[in-house]
């Protein structure tokens, strides 16, 4: 999966200004077009264009965002989350970074290598829930605790976010280290899952 250029991410209509680790574009609409940088990734939320393409066409995504292609197929799991997403976005579209796919970019091959899911602005308890998926081709490389904890710090830059909150199946140890390494704490179980918050740093 890939990434590229701002011009033709944004697409028509769209005008953009920089700081060191954002990219803010203003759309036509109201809404908040952003990327996230880390050290070796960007993230960037799919616009609801995008979450209709990605699910018929993800080779037509990785062009539209300007990169690389990959071969990948999204499984039916994902593309149920697409379509979710994109009803989501569809009901609240000037909040659609809160709840969109946010594409993961790994900026040196220019590939699309896994999404984060954001679902929803923080609640009345100032909790956010996300998912979060790697490409198996770029697991073990630490991308995915890069991936969450550069959401994180946005997140967090919402005043009412006081916990990132994710679930993980209770075989999946990979995640489980993920989200340790993240300084996450398991606060809840089930019979198949362990839900996970991340608290919000201190000052």
């Not at 952003?34 to 050290?39: A, E, G, I, N, R």
């Not at 990132?164 to 989200?179: Q, Y």
């Amino acid at each position: 999966m890939t990434a590229g250029r701002d011009r033709d991410y944004a697409g028509d209509g769209l005008e953009f200004f920089s700081t060191n680790e954002v990219t803010y574009g203003a759309i036509g609409t109201g809404g908040i077009l952003l990327k996230l940088v880390s050290k070796r990734l960007e993230l960037r939320p799919l616009t609801l264009a995008e979450l209709s393409l990605a699910g018929v066409n993800f080779a037509g995504l990785e062009q539209r965002l300007g990169l690389k292609p990959s071969g990948t197929v999204l499984d039916d799991e994902m593309q149920y989350a697409m379509q979710v997403r994109h009803s989501k976005v569809l009901q609240d579209p000037l909040n659609y970074p809160w709840l969109t796919n946010w594409a993961i970019i790994q900026q040196e091959e220019q590939r699309l290598i896994g999404f984060i899911i954001l679902k929803g602005r923080p609640n009345a308890q100032g909790e956010v829930i996300l998912g979060y998926v790697i490409d198996e081709s770029h697991r073990k490389r630490g991308y995915a605790t890069e991936a969450v904890r550069r959401i994180s710090e946005w997140i967090f830059s919402d005043p009412q976010a006081l916990w990132t909150i994710a679930d993980t199946e209770k075989d999946n140890t990979a995640s489980h280290k993920v989200l340790e390494h993240l300084g996450a704490q398991k606060y809840r179980e089930t019979e198949d899952l362990i839900w996970w918050r991340i608290a919000r740093p201190k000052l």
